[in-house]
């Protein structure tokens, strides 16, 4: 099992994944890059979407997707062999935590762009290197690697808000809808009544208290769509 796949079995599925799941609708197709496992895809169709694709880098998590996916692509999706074996078109390309595992994410979600029929929107899940932890890493000096959140340490990439922003348009399409997938707010382990004002405080300061950002996107010529 991979250490996402894992992380869900313990936990159940994060804010950022919830998010991402309720930008498709009933009836969707949908193309899950980075699928692991298929805990996503399984959500989606009980949820009533029509069809989900898989891409995973995982041959074992691609072979356990296959249970809940109509299809897997087992493979690096940064290699163009890879990419032609996907089809499409989709209503919904999602990337949950992926682009900043990638050498060249901008080219990805580019081609992503490539197999949305018209209305289609890709949903990208980025972690916010801005977060008040990494930021209070920094200012003891630290820049720690981890097996996985802010600083997993497969992560080529990192990004804010607004550098998350700047992928989206260097990739050739547009921010049509953000949100923001909350974490703890300083001092919440103390004082549990604190979590009662973390979704006002998160929509007003997601720079510095939103864990990951969440961006709907659309190609150039479907943006006012």
């Not at 300083?186 to 300061?205: D, I, M, N, T, Y």
């Not at 950002?213 to 943006?223: F, I, K, N, W």
Request: with cysteine.
């Amino acid at each position: 099992m991979t250490l996402y796949g894992a992380l869900v079995e313990r936990h159940g599925l994060a804010p950022s994944h919830e998010l991402l799941l309720a930008a498709v609708s009933a009836g969707a197709s949908v193309l899950d890059v980075g699928c692991a496992e298929g805990y996503l895809a399984r959500e989606l169709k009980a949820r009533g979407a029509a069809a989900v694709v898989g891409v995973e880098g995982d041959e074992r998590a691609a072979q356990a997707a296959r249970r809940w996916c109509d299809e897997v692509v087992a493979g690096d999706v940064e290699d163009p062999a890879v990419r032609a074996q996907v089809g499409g078109p989709f209503d919904r390309v999602l990337f949950g935590d992926v682009l900043e595992h990638l050498r060249d994410p901008a080219a990805v979600l580019r081609w992503s762009a490539t197999l949305l029929r018209p209305g289609g929107r890709a949903v990208v899940s980025l972690p916010n290197i801005a977060h008040w932890t990494a930021r209070r890493q920094l200012v003891r000096g630290r820049f720690p690697r981890d097996d996985h959140g802010l600083f997993d340490r497969t992560h080529l990439r990192f990004f804010t808000r607004a550098t998350a922003r700047v992928l989206v348009e260097d990739a050739g399409m547009a921010v049509v809808e953000e949100a923001f997938a909350p974490a703890p707010l300083p001092l919440e382990s103390r004082v549990p009544a604190l979590s009662r004002l973390g979704p006002p405080l998160v929509r007003r300061w997601p720079e510095l208290l939103a864990l990951q950002v969440v961006l709907t996107c659309a190609p150039g010529a479907q943006a006012s769509g």
